[in-house]
C-alpha cells in the first residue's frame, strides 16, 4: 500500500543484514507484529548543551565538494543559472531535483526514513512554516545551522525573515522564498474589484469559488472572514471559523478544494475567484491572462519556504555555502527574476529596477513581490499548533475539504 | 534432484510474497492496534477502538466509495462486454490490432491521462465551450467537480481491465459449440443465453474483480475530478497517513476496506453460482 510505511517499519527495526538474516521468513511478521512504530522525540536538551552539541558537530565538517539541493518545482531559473555561479566561486558541483511537491506528502515520505536515522541523500531541503516543518523540529530532523558559516544572511536577510516565531533565532533554518495567500479572480468573468474576503463567500458566484485543501489556508481564510487573527486564535475561533466554512460549501459556493490545480481552473474560466498564492498568479500575468490578486482587507497570511539541512546530510558544510550564496542579492535577484515569489534578501528591488528589460522593472513596482509595508501590516503567520490542538484543528476543517 | 527444480524455480516468487506482502500485511495490521502520535510515538495497545472510530467519523466516504465503485464496475461491465464480444468473434486477423489499442492508453501515466481529461471537459474548454457557444448547453453547465465526473474518470481507467478478461474467456468459447446449438435449433439470442454466456461467466468474474476494488479504493479521479463531497476512502488513507501521520487511523481504514471489498467478492462469487472463487479467477 504506502511505500514509505512499509519501509519504514521494515528498516526502523531491521538493519539491513538483520532483514537478510531473517527474509522470507514469516518470523518476521510475527516480530514485527508484536511491535509498533517508536517515537523519536528527543530529550529535551538544554539551550546551551544544544549548541554545544552542534559546535561539536560543525568542527568536525569538512568542505567535501559536492551539495544536493532537493527543492519544488519551478523554483529555480531554467538554466540553473545561480547554481552555476555557486560552482564556480567555489568549485562546488551540485546536483539539483525538483522533488518536492506538497510539504505533506514530502514530509510522508522522509519521516521513516529520517526516524530510521539513514541519510534522506538531500544536503538542502525546502519546506513551508507550517505543520509539517514543525514535526520535523520536534522530532529532531533537522541540522543546527552555524551561523558563523552563514555572513551573507546575517548582512543581507530582511529584518521580517529573520528569527521567526517557528524557528527563534533561525537555529534550523533560513529562508528561501516568501509568498503572500490572498486572493485571485479572473477579470474576464468578475467585473468588480474584489477587496473583501466576504467575495468568497458571495451567493452570487456559487459554484465557481475555489478553496484551498489544506486545513490550515482554508482555516485561515476562515478565521479572516469571521475577523480572527489565526495566529492568536483559539479553539472557540477555530470552531466558528469552521462553521462559517461549511455554511460556505453547503450553499454550493465552493466548487472544489484545490491542492495545486486551482490557477490552471482561475485562468481557464472554471473558478472565478479562489484562494491563491501571489507568486502563481504574478506567472499567469507576465503570460498575458486576465488574472489578479489582492490582499484582502481582512487579512491575508504570510507564509516562507525554508532552506534546512537534514539529519544525516552528506555535505553539510557545502549545503551551508550554498545557502549563504543564495543570499548574495545579485544571486537572489536573479532567483526573483524567474520564480517571482517574495524574497526575503534586501537590495533585490534596486537590483530589479536598474535592469533594463521592462519585466524586471514591473517586478520591482510589483507589491506581489515586494508587498508595501500597508501590505505588510494585512498579513498574518500560519497558527503554530500544538501536538495536542493538531488533531483538534485538523479533524474540523479536513471534515469540510473532504465532507 | 530433477523433481525438486519446480520448487526452486518458485522459490524466488514465494519469497518475494512473503517479504513484501506478508510481512508489510502483518506490520500494518499490528500498526493498525497501536495509538498515540508521531512526536511521542505510537505504543502497541491493542486498541480495537481504533476501528470503530475510524468506521464511524469515515462511513459516509466508505459507502460513498463502495457506491462509486459499483456503478462504475456495472458500466464497465455493460460497455466492456459488448467490446470484448466484438473483438473475439467479429475482429478477424484485426484482432491483435484492436487489443493493442485498447492498451495504447496505459503507455501514458494514470495521472497524466485524468488530468488530460480536465483539460477535455473544463466548463469552457474545447468541448463544453463550443456547444455553449452554439447555444446547446446552458451557460452554467459543468461536468468537471461532480460525481458524473469521478464515476466517468473511474470508467474510462479501467474499462480494459472490465474488456481484457471477458475476451479471454470468449476467445476460448469452442465455436464447434456454438454450431452445435444452432444444430439442434437454438436462436442466436438462446446460443448467447444459453451457451456463450455462461462459457465467459469467469472471465466476467476476473473483470469485476479487476475493477471493483481498485476503482473503489483509488484516490486520483476523485481528487482531480472531483469537486465538494465526492472525496473517497482512498483521499482519506493519503490524508491521515501523509498530512496527519495518523498511522493507526490510515491502517485501520485500509484494513477495513480490505475486509469489506473480500466479503463483498465472496458473496458475488456465491451469486454467480461459482463454487470456488479461486477456481473461476485462475481458469
Redesign the interface.
Known sequence: ??NP??RG??QSRYSRRDAMRV????A???A??????????PPAAAPSEAASAAADFWSTQKKNGKVVFANWPEYMPEDQAPLKQFQQATGISYEYSEVIQ?N??F???S?PQLRAGQPLGYDIIVMTNGVHLG?ML??GYLVALDHKQLPNFAANAGAKYKNPAYDANNTYTIPYQAGVTGIAYNTKYVDEDITSIASLFDKKYE?KVGMMAD?QEVANFGMFATGVDPDKSTQADWEKAAAKLKEQ?DQGI????Y?Q?YI?AVA???IWLSQAWSGDVFQRQLAGEPVKFVVPQEGGTIWIDNMAIPKGAANPVDALMLMDFLYKPEVAAELTDYIQYVTPVNGVQQILAAKDDKDSKALAESPLIFPTEADYAKLRSYRTLT?AE??IF?GLF?TIT?? | MRRWTPYWLALPAWLWLAIFLVVPIAAMASVSLTTGNLIDGFAQTFSVSNYSDAIAKYSTQFLRSLLYGGIATVIMLVLGYPVAYWIAFKAGHRKSMFLFLLLLPFFVSFVLRTISWGFLLADDGILFGTLKGWGLLPEGFHVLATTVAVIGGLVYNFLPFMILPIYVALERVNPTVIEAAYDLYASRFATFRRVVLPLSLPGVFAGVLMTFVPATADPINAQVLGGTGNTMIGNIVQTEYLVNSNYPTASAISFTLMAVLLIGIFIYARALGTENVLEAAAR
Not at chain 1, 514485527?32 to 522525540?41: E, F, R
Not at chain 1, 465552493?254 to 478544494?257: E, G, L, M, T
Open positions: 500500500m504506502n510505511l512499509l517499519l521494515t527474509a522470507g521468513f514469516s518476521a511478521g510475527l514485527l507484529a508484536a511491535c509498533g512504530v517508536s517515537g523519536q522525540k506538497e505533506a506528502e514530509f510522508g515520505k519521516e514535526k520536534q522530532l459554484g486545513a460549501r465552493v466548487r472544489k478544494y491542492a490545480d490552471d481557464k474560466g472554471d501536538n493538531e488533531p485538523n479536513q473532504q465532507g
